[in-house]
């Protein structure tokens, strides 16, 4: 996207706090929190001191628009672009449903009358990040970690109808014509192909990255019953809640799929502290493989949004360069 991008203000956010709270409610900031490149998080603070968070989905607000691969934009493609407003109710309803913590929803409008994009209204959970909470007040932050546990029990313990997104497959949607593992396959061979253009050392260990995944793919016995898996889970995307409780966000990416897919993530994501989460139960060869498609992930991903006008185009190279070093490096 090359236009300067436009973002929410308090005029053009006006009418979506009067159909909240009313008309006499007046907007005295909005904040628009960092690090998101799918949508727009704001923090909206009235008069009366009272805050809420909206969401805005738009292409201003995407900074993967125009870098997607294919197929991108297919709503039954398990890894279909993960932003979109029935992405976010149709896994804030799943979540809720089985007992899981997501910031409350207030308002979902896609009418664009209110605002000139899809939005949605929730509550503000202000306790922070249990990254910050882990770091401040280690025994509160274990308290947390011990309830988000429990949390991800209920979530991966739940019978899922099929493999596929969330909001798709509760919506009526067909599950793909492919298995779990299959569709992993397939995303990770995509994220080779996007790297061996873009960095030299991809492209000559092209043949050995493809050999690794394949057997580890070769290596997997088939599976039928998933999980609800939020994909990228971290202590940054936990929020604690005014009881200590953990709420989860970023939550559009919600998927019936293999719960290994969660762990792999959150034992990168949370260090030391995923000893917390661990779940002795796990089939350790699909562990070693989606760990690996994990690396190309996260090889793939970056690039492709270092080459937009992201602002923190650096830190996305960096993190492709550590995990296409990984991924060389990795034991199949």
Known sequence: MTAARKFADAENLTPVMREVFGTDRRIVAVDRLPNGTKKGVYRVTLDDGMSTIVYVWNADEDYWDGLLPDGHDDPSNPFAHASGIEFF???????????????????ADRSKNLY???IAVTEDVRGGTLEALLE????????????????????????????????WIDGGGAPPDTTCEQAYLERALVNIATAVP????AAQG??????????????LEPRAEFGVVHGELCAGHTLVGPDGEPVIIDIEGLMYSDIEVEHCWMRMRF????????????????????????????????????EGDFPNREWMLDVADFHLQSALAYEA
């Open 89 to 107: 109710a149709g896994a804030t309803h799943r979540l809720e449903a089985i007992g899981a913590r997501s910031p409350r929803l207030v308002l």
């Open 116 to 118: 000139p994009a899809d």
């Open 136 to 167: 401040r007040d280690p025994d509160a932050g274990r308290r947390t970690l011990a309830q988000l546990s429990d949390m991800l029990g209920y979530m991966h313990a739940y019978r899922a109808p099929a493999f596929g997104r969330v909001a």
């Open 198 to 201: 873009r960095d030299a050392r």
């Open 206 to 219: 092209e043949a050995m990255l493809e050999e690794k995944l394949r057997t580890l793919h070769a290596a």
């Open 271 to 306: 260090g030391p502290h995923y000893e917390a989460l661990r779940n002795p139960n796990l089939d350790p060869r699909r562990v070693e493989y989606y760990q690996y498609v994990m690396h190309l992930d996260l090889v793939g991903g970056p690039l492709r949004i270092a």
